[in-house]
């Protein structure tokens, strides 16, 4: 055997696309192109002696050369044995993470260059031709006979069509049974999406728990709050504004809804869940830092800009009787992103 | 210069080998299966490394995983940071987080070696992706995905995703702000989906955001299941390439029938494991000397926070990028609604990847062309593939750009809703000029350059014994390159987008065989 990828014997030419040999079909053959460098598209032939092709390397015919290059991937590899010995060092002495980098990165390079050093210069690796065999293709015979084996069963079981159909209805129907244990990977989706944390009279709280009076909150002034005692609720985190004597536009429904100029609105961007945590003092603009969308504080938080289509909920404000700041009710509609059954 | 000596040796030692293999070839019947092994012959190329440096990445993000997950904990249990011993980092001391965040923060600080290990996974997970993203371009702008390696082109494109996804999850993992914020984007487009979104998104995240069970769910995920997806799916990537053998860029002597290059052994395999250290090399070089995710920088996880300037990864980019650039539509009617989020977070990048995936049937139809293909195409030569591919460069590019309007509005002073606009319009317009450039500019290259293996062509007209002159034509400028130096491929049908009629008159009939008249050059 003279080459691994012996072409088929019976070495028809794979079935190609249209493009293929067109012009070499034609080319009288008596011509040997092959001499020219120009190989005309048939299988190779076998004559590529096996000796012959590993027997070169770079430093072939050249001792010293071949000593040089011998001692650079010994160079190399010295590097990598005394990066091993410094990395050893690093560890036991309590690790570095720049100085443990580094060495790793010595360690490896000597290694790898060495090992190319070593393939270049000293080892034989001269171009191979070879032909790609007929994997594409196999011969008609052989395609005949895997159609034959195949019809072997397919045949009398489609003599059984009822069998056949009734294999579908099962396999439905105890694939529809299998996906069963996948419903208890989360509870059923009822409710949650639709309420926050927030209720009548539920104080609103900084982030250390306490409780805020309007005042707190200056002119232009913006305060994220949580409802007491859900501080890590993800769906309930709300912004407080104190726009001032600004007007502010907010449907007939909901006069009463603010404190003076201390309006409320959810914190969770109605786009994609991020938190709306930029305010604009000068145009009164929530931007969610996420995708940009821009909510108008002074018109009921519309959606001004950016990909967000709703407009941030607001939440009903009042005081309780020790003057904090407290919800109405929770929010009228759910907050966040949309989905399918969002009322 | 071989002595008597050498040469006992030399015997000696394949006395040795030859025992061992036979030891092996009594029990397997291997001997010619190893014998193909080692005598494979690959194609060199520079470009054909890529594909190798993304299989070495993998390698140490193997390995290095491993290595994070044995000190990672996956659990959103709320934990307060007050470590006892060893290195403390002060400014989170006292502050809540969750446990898995800090497993990462004890791992970055006070596991000897423990860093420079996450910070090699996080670098090889990103030169893993772009040594991908070029495999891929590399693959599609030489047409290296034609008949017969269609299905390799659709693992490949699959890889890609679950490597992506893959990508997303472990960077999830450490909880820390910015990725937290990335899950809550992931919930909202997931919630979306019409139908079954709420259903998909608490099976999940075990309820309503942030729910319970996302943290250990994404460990399984990130450590097992896409994983074992992509060593499958790679295993079988490999598989396909060894039993079809390499694509090679055409050149003297090649042909579709035969293949050049060096054999596996010795050179060959040396050349790959020295590669695979020179990449784990850099990996680490980088690990050691560039931070990359400081997460006990960005603090922990909460849901009412996030930084200006949050962006995913930029591998991800894209999509985040459509979310930005996504007007803001939604669809709302009977009692129902289309979230705005999942026509950019998931239609359009679905339609994008459907057209990659068909494109090698695409690809046939322009060209009319049904063949095997083992020789590549030079990008210039295709110019409407080429096109195509640089328009999809293009629209990603603007895609990922639009993930971070706000840092460009900060450094150009431009607003960033003006950006938005002009990306909007980029997204749209920018593919399209794309592909006129390219198209012109392979138009251009193919009249300039002569093909590398047309060299000798022109010279070398021979004289049959039977009188006959034969001008000798190479095989592959001729036909499907279209570069006007065939027989006339101006007529071909397929010359679609393939540099039409227009070379075909330009060129002097260099080429063309006696036989063939009024076809050469007219």
Known sequence: MTTTDRPHDDGPAPATGPDDDVPFGRVAPSVNPRHFGIDPGEPWPEDVPRDQDDSHWRYENDPRGARRAELRVAFCWTLTVLASIGLAWVYVAGGQTQVEGTLWAVAFLGLGVGFILWARDLLPGTEVTASRGHHDVSPEQDRQAVAESLARGVEPMARRPFLAKMLGAVGGVFGLAAIFPLASLGPRPHGGLYHTKWGKGTRAVTEDGTPVRPTDIPVNGILTVFPEGNLDDALSPTVLINVGNEPFKVPPNRNGWNIGGLVAFSKICTHAGCPASLYNVQTHQLICPCHQSTFDVLSDCNPVFGPASRSLPQLPLTTDSSGYVVSQSDYTQPVGPGFWNRR | MSTTQDRAAAAKRYTVEKKALDTVDERFGSSKFLTSVLDKIFPDHWSFMVGEIAMDSLIILIVTGIYLALFYIPSSKDVIYAPTSGHVYAPLVGQHMSEAYQSVINLSFNVRAGLVIRQAHH????????????????????????????????????????????????????????????????????????????????????????????????????????????????????????????????????????????????????????????????????????????????????????????????????????????????????????????????????????????????????????????????????????????????????????????????????????????????????????????????????????????????????????????????????????????????????????????????????????????????
Request: overall charge neutral; some cysteine.
């Open chain 2, 123 to 522: 670098w090889a997970a990103l030169i893993f992706l772009a040594a991908v993203l070029f495999h891929m371009c590399r693959i599609f702008f030489t047409g290296a995905f034609r008949k017969p390696r269609e299905v390799n082109w659709i693992i490949g494109l699959t890889l890609w995703m679950v490597v992506m996804l893959e990508g997303f999850t472990g960077y999830s993992l450490p909880d820390d702000l910015l990725s937290g914020t990335g899950i809550r984007v992931i919930y909202s487009i997931v919630e979306g989906i019409p139908l079954v979104g709420t259903w998909l998104a608490y099976a999940l995240w075990g309820g309503t955001y942030p729910g319970p069970t996302i943290i250990p769910r994404l460990f399984v995920i990130h450590e097992f299941l896409f994983p074992l997806l992509i060593i499958g799916l790679l295993t079988a990537h490999l598989m396909i390439l060894w039993r079809q053998k390499h694509t090679d860029f055409p050149g003297p002597g090649k042909t579709e029938h035969n293949i050049r290059g060096s054999r596996i052994w010795p050179q060959y395999a040396l050349k790959a494991g020295g590669l695979f250290m020179i990449v784990s090399g850099i990996t680490f070089g980088l690990a050691g000397l560039i931070q990359i995710n400081p997460v006990w920088l960005y603090g922990a996880y909460n849901p009412f926070t996030v930084s200006a300037g949050s962006q995913s990864d930029w591998y991800l980019a894209w999509v985040d990028g459509a979310l930005r650039l996504w007007p803001h539509w939604e669809f709302r009617s009977f009692g129902h609604e289309i979230a705005n989020p999942v026509f950019p977070g998931l239609l359009i990048p679905g339609l994008v990847v459907t057209i990659m995936y068909v494109w090698p049937w695409i690809d046939k139809r322009v060209y009319s062309d049904y063949g095997v293909h083992n020789l590549l195409d030079r990008p210039r030569d295709k110019p409407f593939r080429t096109g195509v591919g640089v328009a999809a460069i293009v629209f990603f590019t603007d895609l990922t750009f639009a993930t971070a309007t706000d840092l460009l509005a900060n450094n150009t002073h431009i607003g960033f809703e003006r950006l938005i606009e002009i990306l909007q319009v980029g997204a749209l317009v920018g593919p399209i000029i794309g592909f006129l450039i390219a198209y012109k500019a392979c138009q251009a290259l193919q009249r300039t350059g002569s093909h590398p293996i047309q060299r000798p062509v022109g010279g070398i007209i021979i004289r049959t014994a039977e009188g006959a002159y034969h001008t000798l034509a190479e095989h592959h400028g001729a036909g499907h390159h279209g570069n006007g130096h065939g027989e006339g491929n101006g007529h071909r049908p397929d010359a679609r987008g393939n540099g039409r009629a227009d070379t075909a008159g330009e060129t002097p009939a260099t080429v063309g065989t006696t036989d063939e008249p009024g076809t050469a050059g007219d």
